[in-house]
């Protein structure tokens, strides 16, 4: 009877271990090893090939290399409709991610050597570089998905973001109540802290968790700067100045908690709007080369 | 008098609960302190914030307790008054008050709440995520691709299509907007002034470039060969080859052979790329197989597979034409001219000292050297042809009369002249400048030369001897020239020098400039004008060989010497000083030696 729990254990566990293989390390690195091989065939055959008077896009050579990179680009963007339905098996999602992130990474080398190290200010060389910075930003997301979700339960305290938002309300009812006897000027203070919208920050804000005009610091620094009474009586100022202490760590919470999200989405908001960029540029490349043949 | 004060809860599902008290007073005290009438708890509103007073004749009037206002109607204001029939609507923080008046009844103040503060929104959990702040990531994307599409794609086709098609020209800028931006790099030097004229050469959209383009302006432009012995000379293609050009032909690409085949362009501004040597050693590495009756050598590389230099040479005395003679078969050379260099070019010898005798006003050293009558052109590539009266006649002089101060000198080249000059020499007394030719009379006294009667009686016969010895083998002409006989009169051979031995390909002088002349050419040995003073090919390997050897000092390929199009005298107008330099001005010459400046001279 002993062995069964045991014998669950190991199987949950062995379940648990292969689900925890990421998308990364998919199926012993399978599409890392092709990315690479790709690569090193890729600049071999660049040195070995004797292009005159010049490696450029426009030798036999560059051709067939902007021909396997196009045919990756436009794979690699269907990402965007495969990862809408999942499925299991060999053409997994999951293969699919690996073979993104790592076939992205390998187009680097391919694209590079396609422009022959021939850049200047044309529709060629923006796509290019609207190119890297689709892998740019690819490669960042990768980064970040593999260190900041841990950062992110660590600031949450196994609280929800529901609750980071009803904590600071049940501390707003508060203030709102222990404002009462305040004076104009303090009232306006906290009232500034109470209206002020937690969420309508811009994007600045939220990546440097730097927040100028944030009204609950403008408030905190009045009420801790006005030392005319000893703290710890009954003053209402003090309560007032404890509620906005208050207000101000849940709100801390909630703004590390924005900054990590912000960290993990930006990415997204160049990758795709560049990937669609991107797209519309090799065409413009593709076509523009054969229109002026 | 009194108020009726009513005051309206909501509770949280939404009911409502009204509570109604009497205060019977005239006025009525509001603010946010509790020990006010009417108790409004939001901090919007003062501690004491306003007063409600009713005053005679049914009027109620409003008056602010402080710097802070309140809203009458819609309207902000610090002092309000108005009948209480009418009634009207107070605005403090977030309460409503609502003032009226029933008939006979007290005046109602009806405080209701609108909605609170609220921090937390039903999208609060939205409102943790990039979306919140950003625009959406869809309408980023479709405004990215819908401007790159427009600007780099539609504006270009759009203009290209709809203009009006125009002869091409170097100045002219192009009628295509936004097409620079398709320009995969800088035009090369030459076609700088279409850098803006993309259409001019890209004709037809979809279509590649076409010989015929390129000839609108390279009109002038000759074949390489016959095309029917072009194509028969071309090699066998490799099966890499093949294929390249079974799917270039696809692609609507014309060739090979074309002239983009080797003039590719957009390489970056600078000299045209020149053509790779394989381009010439596919056909003429063994150019014999395919072309039996050719009498061009087989040639692949310069190092290891090119035939010995051809010399045009005049090897005879009559001779009219030059011929092309492989240094090989060591040719001699028949000038027509006695012409030892070892002897002018000896230090010690009596060419060298009459060089010192005349000395640094000839710009003479010590000895001669061969820039003392050899001299450059101008661009320094070639040499001058030698003149006798710039490069001999310093020391060669043809003086033979004296007149006062000044010395007659028979004209050059003209034997007709000579005769003429030395037969009307006698008839003029004077002193006879040269006594081994015309020997003067000496009489005493005024018959003496200078005296009254003086008077030179000197036979004619005098000067025909005088003639005939100067083109005799020792005569003044003779020294130089080989006598002959012409119609029965003395006369010397004809000179026939050449400007160019090599006329197939371009040497340039200049490039070389930091070599002896000696180095190449054995002149300081030469004993006899006959001797062929060309350097064979095995000097120019010492420092040139094929493209491919990168051991070699200076790899060099076809089209360092040689051009592929044969010299049109067409293609350019005469240019002042040049004269007729051998072939012309489509070679390609490739400064190889100075690494750190591979800049290619155009030498013309």
């Not at chain 2, 009418?86 to 005046?107: C, F, I, K, M």
């Not at chain 2, 052979?257 to 600078?270: F, L, M, P, Q, R």
């Not at chain 2, 130089?480 to 371009?506: E, F, Q, W």
Request: proline share 5%.
């Amino acid at each position: 009877m002993a062995s069964v729990p045991g014998q669950e254990m190991n199987s949950r566990e062995q379940r648990q271990a292969s689900d925890h293989e990421g998308f990364l390390a998919h199926r012993n690195m399978r599409w890392l090893k092709i990315a690479v091989t790709l690569c090193l065939i890729a600049i071999t055959s660049y040195l070995w090939i004797d292009v005159t008077p010049r490696h450029n896009g426009g030798s036999w050579y560059g051709y067939t290399l902007g021909t396997i990179g196009l045919l990756l680009i436009v794979w690699l963007s269907l990402l965007g409709i495969r990862k809408r339905t999942m499925s299991p098996g060999r053409w997994s999602l999951k293969a699919w991610t690996s073979a993104h992130v790592y076939l992205g990474l390998a187009l680097v080398v391919i694209a590079t050597l396609h422009t022959g190290f021939q850049l200047g200010w044309n529709v060629h060389t923006l796509a290019y570089a609207l190119m890297m910075l689709v892998i740019l930003s690819g490669a960042y997301g990768i980064t970040v998905y593999a260190a900041l979700p841990a950062a992110l339960s660590n600031n949450a305290q196994q609280m929800t973001r529901k609750e980071m938002v009803e904590a600071l309300a049940a501390i707003d009812r508060q203030l709102e109540t222990a404002a009462q006897p305040l004076g104009r000027e303090e009232s306006d203070l906290v009232i500034a802290a109470l209206e002020q919208d937690t969420f309508a920050w811009g994007i600045g804000a939220r990546l440097t968790g730097r927040y100028r005009k944030c009204a609950t610091i403008r408030a905190l620094s009045y009420f801790a700067s006005d030392w005319s009474r000893p703290v710890g009586s009954e003053e209402p100022k003090d309560k007032v100045r404890a509620l906005l202490g208050r207000r101000k760590s849940q709100l801390d919470q909630i703004r590390r908690h924005m900054k990590i999200k912000a960290l993990l989405e930006v990415w997204l908001y160049v990758h795709v709007p560049a990937t669609f960029a991107l797209l519309a540029a090799l065409t413009a490349h593709v076509i523009s080369v054969f229109y002026y043949w | 008098m009194a108020f009726l004060i009513r005051t309206i809860d909501t509770t949280a599902d939404g009911r409502e609960i009204i509570r109604d008290r009497k205060v019977d007073k005239d006025v009525l005290t509001l603010g946010r302190a509790a020990e006010h009438d009417l108790h409004l708890p939001d901090l919007a509103v003062e501690q004491y914030h306003a007063r409600i007073e009713q005053m005679a004749g049914g009027k109620i009037r409003v008056e602010a307790a402080g710097t802070l206002g309140f809203h009458i109607d819609g309207r902000i204001s610090k002092s309000a008054q108005f009948p209480a029939q009418e009634g009207a609507e107070l605005g403090l923080g977030s309460y409503r008050l609502l003032v009226s008046q029933g008939t006979d009844g007290p005046v109602t103040i009806t405080i209701s709440q609108t909605e609170g503060r609220t921090t937390s929104s039903s999208d609060a959990l939205a409102g943790f995520s990039l979306g919140a702040t950003l625009p959406g990531k869809r309408a980023m994307a479709w405004i990215a691709l819908g401007v790159i599409m427009l600007a780099f794609l539609a504006v270009p086709i759009f203009t290209n299509l709809t203009r009006t098609p125009v002869p091409p020209a170097i100045d002219r800028p192009g009628q295509v907007k936004m097409d620079a931006s398709w320009s995969s790099g800088p035009l090369s030097l030459a076609h700088h002034g279409l850098e803006d004229n993309c259409e001019a050469c890209h004709v037809e959209p979809f279509q590649s470039v076409r010989d015929e383009t390129c000839l609108s302006c390279h009109a002038d432009i000759a074949d390489h060969a016959a095309q029917p012995r072009q194509l028969a000379a071309r090699g066998p293609m490799s099966t890499g080859d093949d294929i390249q050009w079974a799917i270039a032909h696809q692609f609507g690409k014309e060739g090979p052979g074309s002239c983009t085949t080797c003039h590719t362009e957009h390489e970056g501004a600078g000299r045209m790329e020149p053509t790779a040597q394989q381009f010439c050693s596919d056909c003429h590495g063994s150019l014999d197989t395919r072309l039996t009756d050719t009498a061009i050598g087989n040639a692949g590389d310069f190092g290891t597979a090119h035939p010995q230099f051809k010399a045009l040479l005049f090897t005879a005395a009559g001779q009219t034409k030059p011929a092309r003679i492989s240094l090989a078969d060591q040719p001699r050379e028949f000038s027509g001219l006695r012409f030892p260099h070892k002897m002018h070019l000896l230090p010690n010898g009596g060419v060298a000292r009459m060089a010192g005798n005349l000395g640094t006003k000839n710009n003479y050293g010590a000895a001669l050297v061969c820039a003392d009558c050899h001299t450059p052109t101008a661009d320094g590539s070639a040499f001058l042809p030698i003149r006798m009266e710039d490069d001999c006649e310093a020391c060669h002089s043809l003086v033979y009369d004296k007149v006062g101060t000044t010395f007659r000198t028979l004209r050059h080249g003209d034997i007709d002249q000579m005769r003429a000059d030395l037969a009307a020499m006698d008839r003029a007394p004077r002193v006879p400048a040269v006594s081994g030719i015309i020997p003067g009379r000496r009489r005493p006294g005024p018959f003496a030369q200078g005296g009254l009667y003086y008077q030179n009686f000197g036979r004619p016969a005098g000067s025909l001897v005088a003639i005939n010895r100067a083109l005799a083998k020792d005569g003044v002409c003779g020294e130089c020239h080989i006598p002959t006989m012409t119609n029965g009169r003395a006369d010397v051979l004809p000179v026939r020098l050449v400007d160019h031995y090599l006329v197939k390909s371009r040497f340039d002088h200049k490039a070389h400039k930091q070599e002896k002349c000696t180095t190449c050419h054995g002149a300081n040995a030469s004993e006899n004008a006959s001797d062929v003073l060309l350097p064979g090919i095995k000097t120019c390997r010492t420092c040139h060989m094929g493209a491919e050897d990168r051991s070699a000092e200076v790899p060099s390929s076809c089209a360092m010497c040689h051009s592929y199009h044969p010299a049109n005298a067409k293609d350019h107008p005469p240019l002042p000083g040049k004269g007729k330099q051998g072939i012309g001005d489509k070679v390609a010459l490739i400064g190889r030696a100075d690494p750190a400046q591979r800049q290619l001279d155009r030498v013309w």
